[in-house]
């Protein structure tokens, strides 16, 4: 049974930082591309950052420059630095593991990420 769980959301002020965690567990086959995602009430999920298990990185044009997505493999874990943080980057984000030998993609439950003005 595959889990994935995110953790380190929370309240932060406009200009400030925050880490997300993500760990993955229960697979038996290797994880390949890692990411997270994001939904803000009235608008769709849409991706912030991905990650290969090679680390090759992709990001969305509106948090290039302040935020940046790792992985620890050991661990299966990735992680999300958010700095610069801004309003509009409000939203429940959301972690998922690609697992292509059995071509499923699984997903946190989220984390919710709140940054006042």
């Known amino acids: 049974q595959v889990q994935v769980m995110e953790s380190g959301g929370g309240l932060v002020q406009a200009g400030g930082s925050l880490r997300l965690s993500c760990a993955a567990s229960?697979?038996?086959?290797?994880?390949?591309?890692m990411g997270w995602y994001r939904q803000a009430p009235g608008k769709q999920r849409e991706p912030v950052a991905t990650?290969?298990?090679?680390?090759?990185?992709n990001y969305a044009d509106s948090v290039k420059g302040r935020f940046t997505i790792s992985r620890d493999n050991a661990k299966n874990t990735v992680y999300l630095q958010m700095n610069s943080l801004k309003p509009e980057d409000t939203a429940l984000y959301y972690c998922?593991?690609?697992?292509?030998?059995?071509?499923?993609?699984?997903w946190g439950k989220g984390t919710l990420v709140t940054v006042s003005s």
């Open positions: 998922n593991a690609r697992i292509n030998y059995v071509a499923r993609t699984y």
């Open positions: 229960g697979s038996a086959f290797r994880i390949n591309d």
């Open positions: 990650i290969t298990n090679g680390g090759i990185t």
